[in-house]
């Protein structure tokens, strides 16, 4: 008899832990980010430093720009670079995305390239039109947009350009800007000359 009781209470333990692990989730899986998750979210990085490398085909001169808030979104003002450009020529362009929180910098553009399926980063040039093309592809053939070639149009001007990077999962991405979800939108002056 004590026997069956020491079993019966065993198994009792057994479903109660059971339950409380199936309404509790796994100790690793917290806000549905870590693993063994059923249903993972994406973390979204902090991102911090949106800088562009420019190099002129003409010259090869490379000059980097940046957009800096590192104390994040509604904090102090970033601090931000006027980009400087020569009309009628080439630029070929290197996108490089941190986060200078951390230490050393976690290079979040690393994690965009290797998820670049589903990521997509979007210029917008205003108000005079730049040609740009895409030298970087995911796995489906689509733009990614971390790698590109500007074409400055003949007229000294000025203007901004938005560069905007989405996280868009889910097959949702169609090689546009719009659909997805925000990850930065950093808008720098742009001075043709």
């Known amino acids: ?3 069956i009781q020491k079993f019966n209470l065993a198994v009792y333990f057994i479903v109660l832990s059971g339950m409380w692990m ?3 989730g796994c100790p690793r899986c917290k806000d549905g980010v870590g693993e063994n998750c059923p249903n993972p979210i994406n973390q979204e990085e902090l ?5 562009l490398s420019l190099r002129d085909s003409a010259t090869n001169e490379i000059t980097v720009y940046s957009f800096k808030d590192l104390d994040g979104e509604g904090g102090n003002n970033p ?3 006027s980009i400087y450009v020569k009309n009628g020529h080439k630029y070929y362009s290197d ?3 941190l986060n200078e929180q951390e230490s050393p910098a976690d290079t979040i553009s690393v994690e965009v390239k290797e ?3 589903e990521h997509f980063v ?3 040039f205003s108000p005079f039109p730049v040609s740009l093309s895409y030298l970087d592809k995911d796995a489906n053939n689509l733009n990614l947009g971390l790698k590109t070639l500007w074409r400055i149009p003949g007229t ?3 203007g901004t350009v938005t560069v905007i990077l989405k996280h868009q999962p889910d097959g949702v991405k169609n090689g546009t800007v719009t659909p997805g979800d925000t990850d930065v939108e950093a808008t720098f002056p742009v001075v043709i000359e």
């Open 47 to 51: 991102i911090t430093t949106v800088m």
């Open 156 to 158: 000294p001007t000025t």
């Open 95 to 97: 996108l490089i995305l």
């Open 22 to 24: 199936m309404f509790s």
């Open 79 to 81: 601090v931000i670079d």
């Open 122 to 124: 979007g210029y917008e």
């Open 1 to 3: 008899m004590k026997t």
């Open 115 to 117: 998820e670049a399926d």
